[in-house]
């Protein structure tokens, strides 16, 4: 499985980003699939999943009500719409398939690049 994620880029503060997550090479609509970020220095910690059958969610409480994560499974694709942005948020985002609806990364396989997002103050 290749992930490929995009859409990342530079914001102000309170701004919004929608980041988008390709998958090939496997049955995406069988895989969840979750968004994880790291900043400079820091530990790369979960931001949200989604469960590959009804959708189901799951957030980090620092992006909870303004983050969002869908998917299309025709399109082979994950999203995450980011609101309200603020300076915190800014690091790499990744996206990965997991087993199941985890915070933790060790239950994700197959990651993608990152993309960077910069949220100016």
């Known amino acids: 499985v290749q992930l490929q994620a995009s859409g990342g880029g530079l914001v102000q503060a309170g701004g919004s980003l929608r980041l988008s997550c390709a998958a090939s090479g496997g049955t995406f609509s069988t895989y969840g699939m979750g968004w994880f970020r790291q900043a400079p220095g820091k530990e790369r910690e979960f931001v949200a999943a989604i469960t590959w059958s009804f959708g189901s969610t799951y957030y980090a409480d620092s992006v909870k009500g303004r983050f969002t994560i869908s998917r299309d499974n025709a399109k082979n694709t994950v999203y995450l719409q980011m609101n309200s942005l603020k300076p915190e948020d800014t690091a790499i985002y990744y996206c990965?398939?997991?087993?199941?609806?985890?915070?933790?990364?060790?239950?994700?396989?197959?990651w993608g690049q990152g993309t960077q997002v910069t949220v100016s103050s």
């Open positions: 990965a398939t997991n087993r199941d609806l985890s915070s933790d990364s060790r239950h994700y396989d197959y």
